[in-house]
Every structure is written in structure tokens, then in C-alpha cells.
């Protein structure tokens, strides 16, 4: 693939437990002139200090590891307002951890069982600021919002279309607002318009629907 060689290469920090998967995953990551691992660590005490010296774009996380686990830690970095994006690598792919780790304020989130093509793709994605998910889990999620009440929602709006795909990029509502010129109780107004007209309980389950349902990009339609 064309490179931009007027960009410098994404940076990024491997945080994982096992030598030998971690070692690989960062060669598999460098196999691409625009990536450039500048850090490993086995756990998330190792990594905190590397984030803040390394200040890597993205720090991708293993969910298992000793002491703090990943989820833990990308909670961690978010509170702490580092300025890294977190893409999770896990083993698990039901609902609650997807959930539990976007909560966290983690960009993404891929399974072990990804191709080195798809790792690569993601770690790009996560770095622009645009959530990520695996495409087991969004195939997943699609079919059980298919077979639930939001299925019978009627069309968003233009508006809300827009709304929702800054949910999906991980805003809140008062950058929001400040983006698309609107005032933050017309922000909120439309937040929860989007989430009763999906049939959704909060703007994690929102920035989810918008990916599995390949909303988040422009250009896409509302539902309906």
C-alpha cells in the first residue's frame, strides 16, 4: 500500500504479559514503514511510566495481565488524561467486557484471533481517534440489536446522524456541541433522541451501534 512519507509513523507502546507474543506482535506491527513500535512492557505498572516518557499514539493492551489488568489500566490513563490512544487485545468477546472496556475509555477493542492485515488496519483506525471493533464482535452485536426492540426504530435524523457518529468517536457532548455549532442542550436533546429512537441504555451502547451497523464514517445513511 502508498505511503504518506510526509506523515511520521504511527508510534506505538505493546503492553503484554508473555515475551514471546508480545516480541512477535511488535514484528508483526513494524512490518509496515507508517508503524514504528517505540516500547514493550509486561505489565501495567511497566507501562504507565513508558507511556509518559515514550508518549506513544496508541498503547495496545492486552486484557489479562499480572497486577492492574488492561481494562484497569486504560481506565487508569484515561483518568489521568494521557493522551494515548487504548486499543485493547483480548482473548474475550462477549458483551460485558466489549462494554466494560469502552466504559474505560479505551478506542478499540480486537481479539487475539485477528490477522496480522487486521491488528495493523485497527492500530490506524485507533490512532485517527475513530472507535474500533473487532468484526466477530460487530457481526455479533448487529445480529442481537437485529433481534431486539431497536430494530423497529424509526430513521435518525441528519442531525442525529452526526451526533451519533461523534458518539462513535468518543466526544462529549460539549465538544460536540463546539463542533457542530450547536448548544449543549440541543446536543443533549439529540443524545437522547438517538438513544430512544435506537432503543439503547447509554452513548457506549450508541458509539457500539454505530460501528456494528457501519454508521460511524460519513457518507452513511440513517437507519431505518
Known sequence: MLMDDTRPPTRILVVED???VREGTAELLERDADLTVVGQAASAEEAAA??????????????????????DFARALADQGAE??????SAYDDYAYVIGALEAGVTGYLLKTASAR???AAVRTAASGALVLD??????LTRRWRAGPGTAAPALTARELEVLRLIARGLPNKQIASQLGLGLRTVES???SVLGKLGLASRTEAALYAVSHD??????RGTG
Open 118 to 120: 487486521e491488528l495493523r
Open 84 to 89: 494515548t490512544r487504548v486499543l485493547i487485545l
Open 215 to 220: 454508521l460511524a464514517a460519513p457518507g452513511r
Open 190 to 192: 439529540h443524545v437522547s
Open 50 to 71: 513508558l507511556v509518559g516518557s515514550l508518549r506513544p499514539d496508541v498503547t495496545l493492551v492486552d486484557v489479562e495481565l499480572p497486577g492492574m489488568n488492561g481494562i
Open 135 to 140: 468484526e466477530a464482535i460487530s457481526r455479533r
Open 18 to 20: 508473555h515475551a514471546l
